[in-house]
């Protein structure tokens, strides 16, 4: 859209709230992820109503979870976030670049 107001400083009000008791690597990590999630609502243009179905599929997946069956993991795989992390943890650590993983589907054992 063209003209768009700036949200900047909204996203910046979001990512001061971030507690000072929290973790060094949450103060690192968790304003790269709501920059990169706020700029993603508006380039997408994303309605309150798709917002909602967004969460009501969080939800669901909360409601079904138990300590040996999480899907909130399953919904990290679903969005390919848990392969990527293990992808760039594997070249981190050793150099190496695995693009041939379709998905892990990982579950820890009870």
């Not at 999630?37 to 138990?66: F, M, N, P, Y």
């Not at 943890?89 to 379709?102: D, K, L």
């Amino acid at each position: 859209m063209a003209n768009q107001p700036d949200y900047s400083a909204y996203t910046e009000s979001v990512i001061a709230a971030i507690g000072s008791t929290a973790s060094p690597r949450v103060k690192e990590a968790l304003p790269i992820l709501i920059r990169h999630l706020h700029a993603a609502v508006i380039e997408s243009g994303l309605t309150t109503e798709e917002w909602l179905e967004s969460c009501d599929l969080l939800i669901e997946a909360g409601k079904i979870s138990s300590d040996k069956r999480n899907e909130m993991v399953l919904v990290s795989d679903v969005l390919g976030v848990e392969t990527l992390v293990d992808m760039y943890v594997i070249y981190r650590s050793c150099g190496i670049v695995r693009t041939n993983q379709a998905y892990s589907s990982y579950r820890r054992q009870a």
